[in-house]
């Protein structure tokens, strides 16, 4: 079974500043989903990655596959990106998803 | 826009209780998945379904069970509503049974077990 790790669990940053959210898994795969959450809210899909690189606005997802690791930056964060950040996996040809327990952002003004 | 809508926001049951929670896509996608999500265990599969009629335990199973009688409709039935049912609960869908493709997710059922 795959191990998703997120670092950190809880990050406050000031508005403007650069984001970086860290995932690790423990078994290949074949699609990481990066996943956002407002609070009270469903769940947004940002970024599917199976290599490389993916910009969306001023998100930014990364994932080595040789080092089974990907990162969510946030380029000058702002308030209403306040969420929980989950990353998830999805492993060979299993349509199944393994997901990190999140990490909670809040971008104060 | 793929849309998964899940039929209630809220929900407040009383223990013993039988209780259904329903999920509906608008994307003819085959597979649709039922999620429980608890403070510090993050999300856990509690079934899926990848076709009308057939279904698959997930990690959670016990004390759910499921129905899919429609490509459209998935639902979730605690079938005796017990306390530590108390979650909020995510239904999600995804096309076929290829490897990347993105799930969609409800905007999920805060259920409350008294």
């Known amino acids: 079974k795959n191990e998703v790790e997120q670092s950190p669990q809880n990050l406050t940053a000031q508005e403007g500043e650069f984001i970086t959210i860290n995932c690790s898994y423990s078994v290949g795969i074949s699609a990481l989903h990066w996943l956002q959450q407002h609070p009270g809210g469903g769940i947004v899909s940002l970024f599917m990655l199976s290599s490389g690189k993916k910009k969306h606005g001023r998100l930014i997802a990364t994932i080595n596959i040789q080092e089974k690791h990907s990162s969510l930056h946030i380029t000058a964060s702002h308030p209403r990106d306040s969420a929980v950040y989950i990353c998830?996996?999805?492993?060979?040809?299993?349509?199944?998803?393994?997901f990190g327990k999140g990490t909670l952002l809040t971008v104060n003004p | 826009d793929v849309k998964v809508t899940q039929s209630s926001r809220y929900l407040v049951k009383r223990t013993g209780e039988k209780v259904f929670l329903e999920c509906v896509q608008d994307m003819d996608h085959e597979n649709m998945f039922w999620y429980r999500q608890d403070p510090g265990l993050g999300l856990r599969l509690i079934y899926f379904?990848?076709?009308?009629?057939?279904?698959e335990k997930g990690d959670i199973p016990e004390g759910y069970s499921v129905s899919r009688e429609k490509k459209e409709r998935f639902s979730l039935i605690l079938e005796s509503a017990s306390t530590n049912q108390t979650s909020m609960y995510l239904c999600?869908?995804?096309?076929?049974?290829?490897?990347?493709?993105?799930?969609?997710f409800g905007q999920g059922t805060r259920l409350t077990v008294v």
């Open positions: 999600a869908s995804s096309p076929g049974d290829r490897a990347n493709t993105e799930a969609f």
């Open positions: 998830a996996v999805r492993g060979g040809s299993n349509y199944k998803l393994t």
């Open positions: 379904s990848y076709d009308v009629k057939m279904k």
